[in-house]
């Protein structure tokens, strides 16, 4: 009886021991890795898109030539296959008045193989996407949707604007370098009031087959201030005081006191903007790897200073927002600086408005006069 009970104990031993190595084989990954996945995926591609955005704008600085890859497409399979042997002798009694000579026995063997393999396409910029995300002027009508969307005018105007109808902004470039004019900051600072006051309203107008965008001045919102603002503005883009509409283009000069026209930079102008005002060792300067960088306006304030900080040392530092290694130095933006990392996080939405290029039709803008 002893032994009857030793034989079922060893088999449900077995059966559980068989159970137990099943289950694993039966349980789903596919389902269960989609959050995983979109999120660890989501936070490389957005850390690698910064150091390469980086590390371009570093080497432009150093005149050499940038490298932009695209990451096309990000395809994950996983692979889970499991395998499982069961082996087992018993008898009893199998010669009545003979010891047992075949014995009791048990013998269990698994083995499993988990697969993980990520297919990562890399696309080189180059071309005609290389000419449409880097070399075409944003669409000035592109600009004023995203101030229609909450953005504000003023720094997205200094970041993206050459000129607007000859009023030129401050360019740092080393083969270009040039100071804002004296009006137009204070043309920043007016259009801001204005868009804070929502005195001016955006919108999207049907002209025919094509969309056009639409300004203007709600008559309830003037006040002297206000006035004040919209006449500053007429009077230094040399628009007409008269009610009307006004056509917007692009381009540095207006043909007419009715057009609005702006010259906008491409995404490879305004990195290369940003590149003029790193910090570079002193002894890169004085060997002639890299221009010196401009001297700032003190009596322009923060309008003056560079919109995106980018230091440099020998090692970055222990918190940085992003940080790539060049030349045997690191350069760097820091953490605490959340003027430079929102710019240079805009930077992503610029390149997607920049492969629009320029838009041949230009929609029209009404400023009605006081």
């Known amino acids: 009886m002893l032994k009857l009970v030793s034989k079922n104990k060893l088999l449900r031993f077995a059966l559980g021991l068989c159970t137990l190595l099943v289950l694993p084989a039966c349980a789903t990954i596919g389902a269960g890795s989609v959050r995983r996945d979109s999120r660890d995926y989501s936070e490389a591609l957005g850390k690698a898109w910064k150091e390469q955005t980086l590390l371009n704008v570093v080497k432009l600085r150093y005149a ?5 890859l695209e990451v096309s497409s990000v395809i994950s399979s996983y692979q889970l296959q499991s395998q499982i042997n069961v082996l087992g002798s018993l008898s009893y009694n199998l010669t009545p008045g003979l010891p047992d000579t075949v014995g009791r026995g048990a013998t269990v063997g698994g083995s499993g193989t988990y697969t993980d393999k990520p297919t990562i396409t890399y696309t080189p910029l180059q071309g005609d996407k290389f000419t449409r995300e880097l070399l075409r002027p944003i669409p000035p009508s592109a600009i004023f949707q995203l101030i229609q969307a909450g953005y504000a005018v003023d720094p997205f105007f200094q970041l993206t604007v050459r000129a607007i109808n000859g009023v030129y902004n401050r360019s740092s470039r080393g083969t270009g370098t040039r100071d804002a004019d004296p009006e137009f900051y204070k043309l920043l600072d007016a259009l801001r009031r204005l868009q804070l006051s929502e005195a001016i309203d955006f919108r999207l107008d049907k002209r025919g087959a094509e969309d056009a965008s639409i300004i203007s001045f709600r008559s309830n919102r003037f006040t002297p201030a206000v006035e004040q603002d919209l006449l500053f503005v007429r009077k230094v883009l040399g628009l007409s005081q008269k009610p009307g509409e006004l056509h917007l283009t692009f381009g ?10 702006v010259l906008t930079r491409s995404m490879l102008e305004i990195l290369i903007e940003l590149s003029a005002r790193i910090e570079v060792p002193e002894a890169d300067v004085q060997a ?5 960088v401009p001297p700032s306006r003190s009596e322009s304030g923060l309008r003056d200073q560079p919109m995106v900080k980018i230091h440099s040392g020998a090692k970055p530092p222990a918190d940085a927002f992003v940080a790539v290694s060049y030349s045997d130095h690191w350069f760097w933006i820091d953490n605490s600086d959340f003027r430079s990392k929102a710019v240079f996080s805009f930077l992503l939405l ?7 290029g320029v838009t041949p039709q230009a929609p029209v803008i009404t400023v009605p006069a006081s």
């Not at 050499?64 to 932009?68: G, I, K, L, N, Y």
């Not at 002639?288 to 010196?292: E, I, L, N, Q, S």
């Open 288 to 292: 002639g790897k890299a221009f010196p």
């Open 252 to 261: 540095a000069v207006p043909r007419n006191d009715t057009e609005l026209a």
């Open 350 to 356: 610029l390149t997607s408005l920049a492969q629009t």
């Open 64 to 68: 050499d030539t940038p490298v932009f």
